[in-house]
């Protein structure tokens, strides 16, 4: 069964940073396309980064520049380094691994971690 733990959340002012860690377990990590998903009250939940299997990484246009997502394949663990943070960043983080299945990646079969509480205060 996999398991996906988020840490790493907390509060800061404007313009400070933050780096999350997704650690994984139950799976074969490598296998995985991991993304950060953010979703913040009365709004839908949004894909923040993502990154393949083959390190290709992907960013909502609100974080390019700012956000770095990165991979530890040997860790099982999945990271997203967050600089300048503003207040509309604000939002529960939550981490998702869609596992590749006949050579595409499978949305269908995705895992959740808990969510960490990022607070960015003006």
């Known amino acids: 069964q996999v398991q996906l733990v988020a840490s790493g959340g907390g509060s800061v002012q404007t313009g400070g940073s933050l780096r999350l860690s997704c650690t994984a377990s139950?799976?074969?990590?490598?296998?995985?396309?991991m993304a950060w998903f953010r979703q913040s009250p009365g709004k839908e939940r949004e894909e923040v980064a993502g990154?393949?299997?083959?390190?290709?990484?992907r960013y909502a246009d609100s974080v390019k520049g700012r956000f770095t997502i990165s991979r530890d394949n040997a860790k099982n663990t999945l990271y997203l380094q967050m600089n300048s943070l503003k207040p509309e960043d604000t939002a529960m983080y939550y981490c998702?691994?869609?596992?590749?299945?006949?050579?595409?990646?499978?949305?269908?079969?995705?895992?959740w971690g808990q969510g960490t509480q990022v607070t960015v205060s003006s």
């Open positions: 990154i393949g299997i083959l390190g290709t990484t």
């Open positions: 139950g799976l074969t990590f490598s296998y995985y396309d």
């Open positions: 998702a691994a869609d596992p590749y299945t006949g050579g595409t990646c499978s949305a269908a079969l995705r895992s």
